[in-house]
């Protein structure tokens, strides 16, 4: 599964990472999904508790080279549950720990995921854009391309690794993370490397 992301300002110029939400404490982000008719309700389920759910797994670590067997690392299956974990954190700026999702054919929120069945033409499964003001987002829009031809589980994993993008995070080097420009890992859930840089970031860190 391949993706990208693309950060602009106002003036529509692209822009270099590290950009992060601004928001008042206990302020929700509504998220928007838009096309929700493309897909059966157990799709539209998958998609929804992507961004929601508050579930763990526990993961060998030697299933991704990461330790010996019989250690384990945990993962959420859900942002709000791993933001409200980062949220913990002390950080300079307020985590986003609060997702609303709406059901609006308008475009409004403040991220939108547009499902669509049309093919990216350069075979991208995934595309999320961020507007800025300086280093503020103000908007996040997701498109999932294909969606007729996708599993849930794929829907998930784009769902996914888009909105860690629509948070702020950028692409990650480790290729066995959610957050690899390309998907590749078995296990494509929320690490506690994805916690710890959302952590970051929202401290003001540049790393």
Not at 30 to 42: G, P
Request: net charge negative; aromatic share 8%; hydrophobic share 35%.
């Amino acid at each position: 599964l391949k993706t990208k992301y693309l950060i602009e300002n106002l003036q529509g110029d692209t822009v270099s990472t590290w950009k992060s939400w601004r928001i008042v404490e206990g302020r929700e982000l509504t998220v928007n999904i838009v096309n929700s008719d493309l897909v059966s309700q157990d799709k539209l389920d998958a998609i929804k508790s992507t961004i929601l759910d508050t579930q763990t797994i526990d993961v060998d670590d030697s299933l991704l080279g990461k330790g010996p067997a019989g250690t384990t690392s945990t993962y959420y299956l859900g942002w709000n549950g791993a933001l409200e974990k980062a949220a913990n954190y002390p950080t300079k700026y307020e985590i986003p720990s609060k997702l609303r999702i709406i059901d609006s054919s308008k475009g409004t929120g403040d991220i939108t995921i547009t499902l669509t069945t049309l093919q990216d033409s350069d075979g991208y499964s995934g595309y999320t854009k961020s507007i800025t003001d300086g280093n503020q987002i103000l908007k996040s829009s997701i498109t999932i391309y294909d969606v007729d031809a996708l599993t849930a589980e794929q829907l998930s994993t784009i769902t996914r690794h888009e909105f860690g993008h629509a948070l702020g995070l950028a692409h990650s080097t480790a290729k066995e993370d959610l957050m690899a420009p390309s998907i590749s890992t078995p296990y494509p859930f929320i690490s506690d490397c994805d916690i710890d840089a959302v952590a970051a970031l929202y401290d003001g860190k540049k790393s």
